[in-house]
């Protein structure tokens, strides 16, 4: 006999990946920009999924994001997605860790989001990664490898 159970989770929804950490509670967050309406708390309020909450630059051009935990972790996996229903581009993300309280980084993953609406209109990576003792993660943000003027978006951002 089959052996199954009903469970409530959203279609396309993903549920938070075990030993995620609670950012809110872990770091501090640094951005270089938020939009009012799209503040950098979207990106970490578990709204995820296409039309999922999410933050956006008020400054078009490249972005930061960094986190600065309050004691170093092991970072093992760093989730991201991506989200763009107006504008055909390609946003290019970097991540890079410091183990020295933000004086040097190291890159760890570079991805590059291809957005084409109505068709190719959202992205979500999980990369398996090897950080000890990270006392920063730092995510950099291209909005438009074309080079026109865009706005950097983030939908969600979540390490384990």
Do not use: C
């Amino acid at each position: 006999m089959l052996r199954k159970q009903i469970i409530s989770k959203l279609a396309g929804e993903p549920a938070s990946f075990e030993g995620e950490l609670p950012i809110a509670d872990v770091a501090t967050v640094q951005v270089t920009s938020e939009q009012a309406d799209h503040p950098i708390d979207h990106a970490f309020d578990q709204s995820r999924g296409p039309g999922g909450s999410r933050w956006v630059a008020d400054a078009p051009g490249e972005q930061s994001v960094i986190l600065v935990f309050d004691r170093p972790q092991s970072i093992h996996r760093i989730s991201v997605e991506v989200e763009e229903r107006a504008v055909a581009r390609t946003q290019e993300l970097s991540v890079a860790v410091s183990s020295d309280g933000g004086r040097t980084y190291r890159e760890l993953v570079r991805q590059e989001f291809n957005f084409s609406p109505p068709g190719t209109t959202f992205e979500r990576e999980l990369w398996s990664v090897s950080a000890g003792a990270v006392t920063h993660l730092r995510l950099e943000i291209k909005p438009d490898k074309g080079g026109r003027v865009g706005r950097a978006t983030l939908t969600s951002l979540a390490v384990a």
